[in-house]
Nanobody, 125 residues
Framework: QVQLVEAGGGSVQAGAALRLSCTASGRTGLSQHMGWFRQAPGAEREFVAAIGWSGGFTYYGDSVKGRFTISGDRAKNTVYLQMNTLQPEDTAVYYC??????????????????WGQGTQVTVSS
């Protein structure tokens, strides 16, 4: 019922910046909460950041606090992830996710109902 498309990934040197975008289509009323997760090969899917449109709240994983910023344009159904001072440990596939409700924890992937296809971010030292 919701389609999510990410864009903006690429290969950069350590210290560089990238901005990812996620655009929702379909029944966008079901995407009142948006999150970013990332997954490196052989690792668990890790929470990065989330935004709740109605309450105006943003949340960040400990590993990206102070470097990444989530923002968006609700009228355009688009969420952004500004990633500054990228480091090799940020290398992963980044996924956009959406939920109508967050029942308990924005950082729990099971809270989200819809997922994008992912976009690769590679940071070289």
């Amino acid at each position: 019922q919701v389609q999510l498309v990410e864009a903006g990934g690429g290969s950069v040197q350590a210290g560089a910046a990238l901005r990812l975008s996620c655009t929702a289509s379909g029944r966008t009323g079901l995407s009142q909460h948006m999150g970013w997760f990332r997954q490196a090969p052989g690792a668990e899917r890790e929470f990065v950041a989330a935004i709740g449109w109605s309450g105006g709240f943003t949340y960040y994983g400990d590993s990206v606090k102070g470097r990444f910023t989530i923002s968006g344009d609700r009228a355009k159904n688009t969420v952004y992830l500004q990633m500054n001072t990228l480091q090799p440990e940020d290398t992963a596939v980044y996924y956009c996710a959406a939920a109508k409700y967050i029942y308990s924890d924005y950082a729990t992937k099971e809270e989200y109902d819809y997922w994008g296809q992912g976009t690769q971010v590679t940071v070289s030292s």
